[in-house]
C-alpha cells in the first residue's frame, strides 16, 4: 500500500512541465475567449454572415435554372449558333406555362431582363398568350407571339442560367457582358458606365482627403502648439461635425449652395455674380460637403501624433544649426507622417463608401458607388449587381490597404 | 532625506523685497571677482543685467549678473522654478531675455536666432531624432553646415569613438539603452565643434551607478576638449562632483558662485548651506562681535563660539551653520570652545557611516554624521554624551 502510494505521488510530480503550462494556460484562454464572445457572436451574426451572403450573391443566380429546369436541360447541349430544335421550345413552353400557372413568371422576366433590357413584357405576355395554347409544335407559334424567340440573345441567357453560378454581375461591374455565343465582350457604350463611375469615386475620395489634409494640418499643428485652455475650445470647434449627422451636415451644405442660397445670395449682393453660379448638384458641392464632413477624421490622428512628439526635437534641431523650415521639414514633419498616414487611410477608406452627400449635393454626374449600390438594392431589387459592385469596392479598398501597408507599414499608423 | 532638506529650505526662503537687494548687490560683487579669478573682460560668456519674466509680474530671473571663461566647466544649480533652465535657455536662444544682454565671445547676441549661435546643447530627455540612425542623428548639424561627406564621415567615426558607440551607429536611438542615447546626445552637441556646451540636467532620467559613470565621463570629454560647458543641474553631488565653479540659483537670484570646495565649506547664506550638503541650523542672537569671531547666545541654551561670515551688528539675529560631519563625539573639556550635553534620540546606520539625531540646546533635531570605525558602538537611543565642535566649523549667517 504504501509502495503504490509513493508511486502515485511520484508520477504526479512527474508530470511534464510542459503540460501542466498547458493546463494553466488552457483555463486562462477560456476565460478570456468567453469574455469575447458575446461580441464575437454578434460581429458573426450581423456582419461576417450577411457579407459573405452579400459576396455569394454576387456569382450565385440559381434563377433560371429552378424555375425554368426542362429548357436550361434542354439547352445544354446547344451549340449556339443557330435557333435551337422543336424540342427545346417545347421545353420551354411547358416552363413557361408552369410558371404562369405558379404565378413565378415575374421572377424568370426580371432575370431575363437584367441581361436583355426590355425583354421582361415580352416573356411575360408570352407566358399569359401560351397558357391559352393547348399543344404544339411550340418553335412557330412562339415565334409568332413574340419576335424575342426568333433570335439567339435569349437562348443563351437561357443556357447560361442552367449553372447556379454566373459571371455576369461581376462582368457587368467593369463593363463586360456576354454576347450571344457567351463570349465575354466590351459591353456595349450605354450600358458602359461603371468603369467611369469606379475611377469617379476614387477621384472624389482623392480629392477630398488631399483637401482635409491640406486644410487639417496646419489646424492640428495649430493645435498641438496652443495652451490647453485655448486649444480646448478650438477643438470643439473642429469637432462639430463629428457630433451632427451626416445628413443634417448635408443638408444645411444644400441651404448654402442652391441656386438662391446664402452663398450664392452674398456674392450677388456684393455684385461679384451677375447670376447664380452652379453650386448644388456639382462636383464642387460634392467634394466641398465630403471635406467638411471628412476633416476631423483626418485631422485627430495628426493632432495626436504631434502632441506626442516631443518641442525639445526641434529645439534640438535649432541648436545644431538647422533654421526654423528645415528644422520643421526634417524632424518635424517625418514624426508626424505615422499621424497623416492613418488620418489619409480612415478618410479616403470612409470616402469610398460615400452615399447620402453625394445622393442630395451631388448631380447625376458626382454619383459614387455606393449611390449605385444603393439603387440596385432598393429600386431596382438587382442584388447580383449590388453585391457585386459592393464585392469589387471591398477588394478595391483591400488591395489599397495591402499596397498601403507593403509602402508605409501598418505599425506605423498610429490612431492616438 | 536630502531632497526632503533642500525642499524645506526652498520654501523658507520666500525673503521680502528689502533682502533681495542686499542680497543682489553681493552677487554681483562675486561674479564681478569670481573667486578662481576670471577677470571679467576676457568673459567668454557674459550675462549682464538680464531680467525674464513670462507673465509681465513675477520675475523668474532677476538682475543676473555673471561671467563664464573660456574653457571653464560652468555649473548652475538650483531646485526647480530657481530661474536655472531659464538661464540656459536665454543663453542657447530659446527665450528672449526681457531686459538686458548676453555676450557670447565679445559679441551681444540678444537677438541672434538659435541656429545662428553655433552652441552645442544637450537637452534632459537626449532630444534625438527618432527617424533617423545614431549616425544620422551626428550627420544632422553637419549636413546643415554642408561638410564635405568624407570630412562628415571622419568627424562622425571620431565621435562615435568618443562616446564609445562605434558598433551602434546604424541604429535607431529606440534601439538603444539611456546610457547609450545619452551619450549619442552628447556626441551629437559636439561632433560640429561648438566652441560652447550647453547641458539642461543630462542625466536626469538615468539611474544612480550610470549617473556617477556619465558623470565622469563628461568631465573626462571637456578636459580632453577643452570646450566651454554651461551645465544645469539640481543634484548638488552632480555639481561638486563636476564643476570648475557652482552658481547657485535660487528664486531667480544668484546665491553665490564659488569652486565647489569652496561652497561646501564656507556657505555665505543660509540657503546655500541648506542646499549644499546637510547642515544643521541654530538660531540666535549677537552678544559680541571680534572679528572673525562673534559670540551668539542660545535662548535658554547656552552661548556659543562662531565664525561671522555674514551677520550683522550685536544684538541682531543670526543663523550658525553646522556641518553633521564637524561635529565630535565626547570632546575632552575644555579642548573645544563649544561644548554641549546631548542625548541620542535616533540611530540611522548607513553603511560607511551612521547618522544620529540628538537633542542638543533645547532642539532634538540635531544630526550628527559619524564615520563607521571604532567607538561608534555606544551610540544608542537613550544615551547621554557630550558634542563640541570648533569655532571655525560654525558660521554665523544672515537670517532668511
Redesign the interface.
Known amino acids: 500500500m504504501a509502495l503504490t502510494m509513493g508511486s502515485m505521488s511520484g508520477s504526479t510530480v512527474q508530470l511534464p512541465l510542459r503540460t501542466k503550462l498547458q493546463r494553466v494556460e488552457r483555463r486562462r484562454k477560456l476565460r478570456a475567449f468567453a469574455l469575447v464572445l458575446p461580441l464575437l457572436l454578434f460581429i458573426l451574426i450581423t456582419f461576417v454572415l450577411p457579407l459573405s451572403r452579400m459576396m455569394r450573391s454576387a456569382i450565385h443566380d440559381d434563377t433560371l435554372s429552378l424555375l425554368m429546369p426542362r429548357t436550361t436541360a434542354a439547352l445544354r447541349d446547344w451549340d449556339g449558333k443557330e435557333l435551337p430544335e422543336e424540342r427545346v421550345y417545347d421545353a420551354l413552353a411547358k416552363d413557361l406555362k408552369r410558371a404562369w400557372m405558379e404565378k413565378t413568371v415575374g421572377k424568370v422576366s426580371l432575370r431575363v431582363n437584367y441581361e436583355l433590357p426590355g425583354a421582361a413584357s415580352q416573356v411575360k405576355s408570352s407566358a399569359r398568350k401560351l397558357s391559352g395554347l393547348s399543344g404544339g409544335p411550340y418553335k412557330a407559334a412562339l415565334i409568332g407571339i413574340s419576335p424575342l424567340w426568333g433570335e439567339r440573345d435569349v437562348w443563351g441567357v437561357l443556357k447560361r442560367g442552367g449553372s447556379s453560378y454566373t459571371g455576369f454581375y461581376l462582368l457587368r461591374s467593369i463593363d463586360f457582358e456576354y454576347n450571344a455565343n457567351s463570349r465575354i465582350v466590351a459591353s456595349p457604350g450605354e450600358k458602359a458606365i461603371f468603369r467611369d463611375v469606379f475611377l469617379r469615386t476614387l477621384m472624389i475620395s482623392i480629392t477630398v482627403t488631399a483637401a482635409t489634409l491640406l486644410l487639417g494640418f496646419p489646424v492640428a499643428y495649430l493645435l498641438a502648439k496652443l495652451p490647453p485652455s485655448t486649444s480646448n475650445l478650438l477643438m470643439i470647434v473642429v469637432l462639430l461635425p463629428f457630433w451632427v449627422s451626416v445628413l443634417l451636415l448635408t443638408t444645411a451644405w444644400v441651404v448654402l449652395l442652391q441656386d438662391n442660397g446664402v452663398i450664392n445670395g452674398i456674392l450677388m449682393s456684393l455684385h461679384i455674380l451677375s447670376e447664380p453660379a452652379k453650386l448644388l448638384y456639382s462636383r464642387f458641392g460634392t467634394v466641398l460637403a465630403m471635406t467638411h464632413i471628412q476633416l476631423p477624421f483626418t485631422l485627430l490622428p495628426i493632432y495626436s501624433v504631434m502632441k506626442s512628439i516631443s518641442p525639445s526635437h526641434v529645439r534640438a534641431a535649432r541648436s545644431l544649426g538647422a533654421g526654423p523650415f528645415y528644422a520643421f521639414w526634417k524632424v518635424y514633419f517625418p514624426q508626424t507622417l505615422p499621424g497623416i498616414a492613418a488620418g489619409c487611410l480612415l478618410t479616403f477608406i470612409l470616402c469610398l463608401g460615400y452615399y447620402i452627400t453625394p445622393a442630395l449635393v451631388g448631380g447625376p454626374g458626382d454619383q459614387m458607388i455606393s449611390n449605385f449600390v444603393a439603387a440596385y438594392t432598393n429600386q431596382q431589387l438587382n442584388w447580383g449587381m449590388a453585391s457585386a459592385l459592393g464585392a469589387i469596392l471591398l477588394t478595391a479598398t483591400l488591395l489599397l490597404y495591402i499596397v498601403f501597408n507593403k509602402l508605409v507599414g501598418a505599425d506605423r499608423i498610429k490612431i492616438g | 532625506m536630502l531632497q526632503l532638506n533642500r525642499k524645506q529650505a526652498y520654501k523658507g526662503l520666500q525673503h521680502p523685497g528689502g533682502e533681495l537687494v542686499l542680497r543682489q548687490s553681493a552677487a554681483t560683487k562675486s561674479s564681478l571677482m569670481p573667486p578662481n579669478g576670471h577677470v571679467g573682460d576676457d568673459a567668454f560668456v557674459r550675462f549682464a543685467g538680464i531680467q525674464k519674466t513670462y507673465d509681465g509680474e513675477a520675475l523668474i530671473v532677476k538682475d543676473l549678473n555673471l561671467d563664464i571663461a573660456r574653457g571653464e566647466f560652468f555649473t548652475m544649480l538650483g531646485p526647480s522654478g530657481s530661474g536655472k533652465t531659464t538661464t540656459l535657455m536665454m543663453l542657447?536662444?530659446?527665450e528672449v531675455p526681457t531686459e538686458g544682454s548676453i555676450f557670447l565671445a565679445g559679441r551681444s547676441i540678444g537677438t541672434m536666432?538659435?541656429?545662428k549661435?553655433?552652441?552645442?546643447?544637450v537637452?534632459?530627455?537626449y532630444?534625438?531624432?527618432?527617424?533617423m540612425t545614431v549616425e544620422e542623428n551626428l550627420a544632422?548639424?553637419l549636413k546643415?553646415?554642408k561638410l564635405p561627406k568624407p570630412e562628415m564621415e571622419a568627424r562622425i567615426k571620431r565621435a562615435l569613438e568618443m562616446v564609445r558607440l562605434s558598433a551602434q551607429g546604424k541604429r535607431r536611438p529606440a534601439q538603444l539603452s539611456g546610457g547609450q542615447q545619452q551619450r549619442v546626445a552628447l556626441a551629437?552637441?559636439l561632433v560640429?565643434e561648438p566652441k560652447l556646451v550647453?547641458m539642461d540636467e543630462p542625466l536626469g532620467a538615468l539611474d544612480k551607478q550610470l549617473r556617477e559613470e556619465m558623470q565622469f565621463e563628461i568631465k573626462h570629454i571637456h578636459e580632453n576638449l577643452g570646450v566651454t560647458v554651461v551645465y544645469v543641474t539640481h543634484d548638488q553631488g552632480e555639481a561638486l562632483t563636476m564643476s570648475d565653479r557652482i552658481a547657485v540659483f535660487n528664486d531667480g537670484v544668484i546665491q553665490q558662485i564659488a569652486k565647489p570646495a569652496e561652497l561646501y565649506e564656507r556657505p555665505e547664506n543660509v540657503f546655500v548651506a541648506k542646499f549644499i550638503g546637510e547642515n544643521n541650523q541654530l538660531s540666535g542672537k549677537i552678544i559680541a562681535l571680534n572679528e572673525p569671531a562673534c559670540t551668539v547666545e542660545m535662548p535658554g541654551a547656552g552661548i556659543i563660539q562662531a565664525l561671522a561670515v555674514n551677520v550683522g551688528m550685536v544684538e541682531q539675529p543670526t543663523v550658525l551653520s553646522l556641518r553633521p560631519e564637524r561635529v565630535k563625539l565626547n570632546p575632552l573639556p575644555g579642548s573645544l570652545p563649544n561644548i554641549f550635553s546631548a542625548k541620542v534620540m535616533e540611530v540611522i546606520y548607513l553603511g560607511d557611516h551612521i547618522r544620529a539625531r540628538m537633542s542638543v540646546c533645547g532642539r532634538d533635531d540635531f544630526v550628527v554624521k559619524l564615520s563607521n570605525s571604532e567607538g561608534i558602538a555606544h551610540v544608542e537611543p537613550g544615551v547621554e554624551m557630550t558634542l563640541g565642535w570648533k569655532m571655525e566649523d560654525c558660521r554665523a549667517l544672515r537670517p532668511s
Open positions: 542657447a536662444g530659446f536666432p538659435p541656429h549661435r553655433d552652441i552645442g546643447m537637452f534632459q530627455n532630444a534625438l531624432f527618432p527617424h544632422f548639424p546643415v553646415r551629437r552637441a560640429f550647453l
